[in-house]
């Protein structure tokens, strides 16, 4: 651990932030009065014509829709409360409010409710996501948390573990080394580009199975042994950190799609074993961002 970090203690802040955020949220899962758009949605027509009696009305384009609700926020505001009070020198960059700069080089990244769509379709997939990253943007520590169904997913280096009803198991990823037989997952294949589409095809017509719309909870799943591969794209800082010390932890692989060191941000390709990892990337490769 770098110097002036306490693995123990850092885990243990990590599991009261995720504590404090299901106590946050728990009162709106199932029963939302409101889903807000993070999107400003112009008028559809801000200036109309005077329409002619044979004039059919333009039919306008779906407006996009980035869902985010109450129990995002205030699971944001919980755990800052707490990372307030307890270690303000560490910064702290969420999904819902402005980043807090950091003191220390350290800074906590947190996506309290990673997966909103799930969440507001009442499906238990959504999680919230906890990171401590160091001054070179490596994550060190990371929680994927599903607490309705009482999973808790830590990392941390050298090893990651499954707390569920008061008992830690040590997880492992799959024995998987062949992409024809594993099982793989991205969230939306319909928000990739056309490029990253033709790679996902791949990627799909070679893998045993695939699913969808799982969020970060693929992540987790992957490294508890049921999934042998993610991959995904457009992602933010902390859509990412908290996967890879999970990942890593339980011996899986992180880059990004050029097989490389992944940022946080972007595309990003975990997976079981390098035997996956390499015949993965022979497509991933050819949609890899530049940047």
């Not at 949605?41 to 996009?64: F, G």
């Not at 303000?88 to 080089?105: K, L």
């Not at 943007?137 to 050298?158: F, T």
Request: net charge negative; hydrophobic share 45%.
């Amino acid at each position: 651990m770098p110097d002036g970090i306490s693995l123990e203690d850092e885990l243990a802040l990590a599991g009261r932030l995720a504590d404090a955020a299901w106590i946050a949220i728990r009162p709106h899962f199932r029963a939302l009065k409101d889903v807000d758009n993070k999107v400003a949605t112009p008028p559809l027509n801000p200036s109309p014509a005077r329409p002619t009696p044979t004039a059919r009305p333009a039919i306008p384009a779906k407006a996009e829709f980035d869902p985010v609700t109450e129990g995002d926020r205030a699971a944001e505001r919980a755990i800052r409360a707490i990372l307030a009070a307890e270690c303000p020198q560490h910064g702290v960059t969420g999904e819902e409010y402005p980043e807090t700069p950091s003191n220390s080089g350290y800074r906590w990244l947190i996506d309290p409710i990673d997966g909103t769509r799930a969440f507001v379709a009442g499906l238990p997939v959504w999680t919230t996501l906890i990171s401590l990253v160091g001054p070179d943007d490596v994550p060190i520590i990371g929680i994927i948390d599903q607490p309705v169904l009482g999973e808790r997913y830590v990392g941390w280096p050298g090893g990651a573990e499954l707390q569920r009803g008061g008992t830690r198991t040590p997880i492992r990823v799959s024995d998987c080394h062949d992409l024809r037989r594993a099982t793989i997952a991205t969230t939306d294949p319909f928000i990739l580009n056309p490029a990253e589409q033709g790679a996902w095809a791949h990627l799909r017509a070679t893998a045993r199975i695939s699913r969808y719309g799982l969020d970060a909870y693929a992540y987790a799943r992957l490294a508890a042994g049921t999934i042998d591969l993610v991959a995904e794209t457009g992602l933010k800082a902390w859509d990412v950190a908290a996967l890879i010390p999970v990942v890593r932890g339980a011996g899986g692989l992180a880059t990004d799609w050029r097989g490389n060191a992944p940022k946080l941000g972007g595309q990003i390709v975990c997976a079981s074993s390098a035997g996956v990892m390499d015949q993965a990337l022979l497509a991933l490769r050819r949609s890899a961002m530049l940047a």
